[in-house]
């Protein structure tokens, strides 16, 4: 059982930054891919982005070259740099685990999630 807590959310104007951290409860940390999902009100939950256990990362159109992913294996924590913000980035964002990965951009393909932290980006 993992349980993951985030952290970092908030209210920003847009063109600022926020970063998001989850922190994981066990010692495997390592062992899981670790992804961030969000889900705006009356939209579906959408990928974000991946920290596979092997170093890679992968991101969505929407935030690419403006959001980072990262990992503390040391410190059970991984990260959402967000930079640029746009009003559209608005929403509940949701840390992801999954040891065993399927589609890195489906939700059902992760095993354990956080209880979603509120971004909002003012225009």
């Known amino acids: 059982q993992v349980q993951l807590v985030e952290s970092g959310g908030g209210l920003v104007q847009a063109g600022g930054s926020l970063r998001l951290s989850c922190a994981a409860s066990?010692?495997?940390?390592?062992?899981?891919?670790m992804g961030w999902f969000r889900q705006a009100p009356g939209k579906e939950r959408e990928f974000v982005t991946i920290?596979?256990?092997?170093?890679?990362?992968y991101y969505a159109d929407s935030v690419k070259g403006r959001f980072t992913i990262s990992r503390d294996n040391a410190e059970n924590t991984v990260y959402l740099q967000m930079n640029s913000l746009k009003p559209e980035d608005t929403a509940v964002y949701y840390c992801?685990?999954?040891?065993?990965?399927?589609?890195?951009?489906?939700?059902?393909?992760?095993?354990?999630w956080g209880q979603g932290i509120q971004v909002t980006v003012s225009s």
């Open positions: 992801a685990a999954t040891r065993l990965l399927g589609s890195s951009s489906s939700p059902g393909s992760y095993d354990y």
């Open positions: 920290s596979r256990k092997g170093g890679s990362t």
């Open positions: 066990g010692r495997t940390f390592s062992s899981y891919h």
